[in-house]
């Protein structure tokens, strides 16, 4: 009988120091804007296989302020007024950072201004987005003559 106690007790244990790990992990929607602007361009960019390293301010609900950074890559231009992209995301807030992968589309108008569409991943995180997850659409525009963009973000966030 002993013997019966100390597993069911041991059983009991377990389930208590595992219940708050699963527990932890909530799905928190989010919206975002941000403006963005390039601190370096390499290959030709915004040729096809140009990249570029875009940085700037993040304004998050319900996380708030952060940094963001990105390197884009030109993957193709599938019309004459239309590219694809994809690249990689850090998100830096004061309590973490949540990295991405992101493929998007980026039009650019008769006028020169450009709209861009991206659908991205969140592939981890850290501090207080640890084991982050989740996805998002970002749609922003450039206005012509300019390489500031301007954009704003809907999205989930597991963690």
Known sequence: MRHI????FTALLALLVAAPSAAAQKSHSYTST???A??????????PGGFAVVTGTLMTKPFGPGVLTDTVTIMGQPSPNTLTLGGSEVAR??????RSTYTGTVTIHEDGSQTIVANGRITRGSGRYSGASGSYTFTGTTAP??????????????F
Do not use: E, H
């Open 34 to 36: 941000s403006m963005l």
């Open 145 to 158: 003559g300019s390489n500031v963009i301007t954009g704003s973000s809907t999205g989930s966030i597991v």
């Open 5 to 8: 106690r100390t597993i069911l």
């Open 93 to 98: 807030f004061n309590d973490g950072t949540v």
């Open 38 to 47: 390039p601190v370096s361009t390499a290959n030709g960019y915004p040729n």
